[in-house]
């Protein structure tokens, strides 16, 4: 897995010291292995990172900064983004007995007429290897790289809102893919739209002129 120096900083503004000697140094002292540290053709700082099973919460920028924030005692921020609590349409509910489970969704929409990366955005997946099959594929892979938290793309145009979020009644194949009982499903009002936090069924990818990108955290132990 690779991580950079400027990727961390915006996790920990605070932290100003955080220089690559001293990140390495904490990564090896968290039982991160650092395989390769060096810079970029952009000049980034760029680490090379190897995570063993016990340290699955550290699989993206975030989590890294997470346990270095624990290590420099500095407060770890998360980044300013353009997002809005779901209302109206577009809400998500939660319909099961575990409702006592954290949940948190923000939706926005995004129109199809212009579908390439921000600079930014390719620049980062470049440096950090992560190579992507297209539009929609990168922006999946950056928010689970940067936050680890997966990302819903659905057809606006076919959606029927609100969204909730239940689990399957019954093992069951839908539209070819495979769904055990009580994985979590998110549903529109006719149909289901998605394996939530794993990937959205085809009938409901985007083929129209507008998006709908929701990104939901579910706790691991319940995606299935």
Known sequence: ??????????????????????????????????EKAH?????????????????????????????????????LSFPTSISKEPRGQFSVTLDWENAEVPLFSV????SLTHTSLPPFLEKRLSTCDISTSGFFDALKEYSIHSCGIPLHILDLENIQGPLRIAPAAQNMSIEGISVCQNALLIFDQQKP???????????AK???????????????????
């Open 39 to 75: 810079q970029s053709l952009e000049e980034e700082h760029v680490f090379e990172i190897a995570l063993t099973p016990n340290l699955g919460h550290c699989m993206s920028i975030y989590g890294v900064a997470r346990e270095l924030s624990a290590v420099f005692q500095t407060p």
């Open 107 to 110: 939706y926005t929409k995004l």
């Open 206 to 224: 985007p083929k129209g002129q507008e998006a709908l990108l929701l990104s939901i955290y579910i706790p691991p132990e319940y995606v299935r």
């Open 1 to 34: 897995m690779k991580i950079t120096l400027k990727w961390l900083r915006e996790f920990l503004p605070e932290e100003k010291n955080l220089s690559k000697e001293r990140v390495s140094d904490a990564l090896i002292s968290l039982g991160i292995e650092v």
């Open 193 to 203: 739209v998605a394996l939530a936090g794993i990937c959205e069924f085809p009938s």
